[in-house]
């Protein structure tokens, strides 16, 4: 499979404990995009990567969260003393071009 | 900034009737449209996109969208639809000036149930 990977699926933490997340995009694409998708709302920008500098860091970003992405291949999201209200799923997406951003399949945090 | 709508939380129709999808948008700059699809516990799939030119585009699925810049809407449709295009169905913006890095803006969905 050569589409955009992430792991864990599913995780399930109690409040206070810290998570991280990984994403390994498709091979050669340089631009990587983290989303935050909660029940019943659209994916929401939190962060983005061109090769392994991060160029961009929304305001939902708190000081809690952390991404890196070393050498520019796959990256990690943090998410330090987890919160209930971060329980969502976490998307990662990847592109070569501009206009079409490819999805992985989330990983599912709940917060305990 | 850009923000979008999707006037229809939730869409029920038979199998084999026609669907419309509607999407607007808000935003100062020129943008890029695009349709997602979801289904459960997966990740999104591009359905289709429109960048320049025609203002009909065509996706996968059989379904296509029409860009109406002066009532900035985007909508989907689909001429007959199928049980396996019950799903939940986004419509996001990127900023083509790339200002923004080409995030996408998502509205918040629109829940597609086709019954039999």
């Known amino acids: 499979d050569t589409g955009v990977s992430q792991d864990p699926r599913h995780k399930i933490t109690k409040r206070g404990q810290n998570v991280t997340f990984r994403c390994d995009p498709i091979?050669?694409?340089?631009?990587l995009y983290w989303y935050r998708q909660t029940l019943g709302q659209g994916p929401e920008f939190l962060t983005y990567?061109?090769?392994?500098?991060?160029?961009?860091k929304s305001r939902l970003l708190s000081d809690r969260f952390s991404a890196e992405r070393p050498k520019g291949s796959f990256s990690t999201l943090e998410i330090q003393r987890t919160e209930q209200g971060d329980s969502a799923m976490y998307l990662c997406a990847s592109c070569l071009i501009y206009n079409e951003q490819f999805f992985g399949p989330g990983t599912r945090l709940t917060v305990l | 900034a850009q923000s979008v709508t999707q006037l229809d939380s939730q869409v029920p129709v038979f199998e084999e009737a026609p669907v419309e999808l509607r999407c607007n948008y808000s935003s100062s700059v020129s943008v890029y449209l695009f349709w997602y699809v979801q289904y459960p516990n997966q990740g999104l799939q591009l359905l289709l996109k429109y960048l320049s030119g025609s203002t009909l585009v065509k996706g996968i699925n059989g379904f296509e969208a029409e860009f109406n810049k002066s009532q900035t809407s985007f909508h989907l449709r689909k001429p007959s639809v199928h049980i396996s295009d019950t799903a939940e169905y986004f419509c996001?913006?990127?900023?083509?000036?790339?200002?923004?890095?080409?995030?996408?803006?998502f509205g918040k969905g629109t829940l597609l149930t086709v019954n039999p």
């Open positions: 990567f061109q090769n392994e500098a991060q160029l961009e």
């Open positions: 091979s050669e694409h340089n631009r």
């Open positions: 996001a913006v990127s900023d083509v000036s790339g200002g923004s890095n080409y995030k996408l803006t």
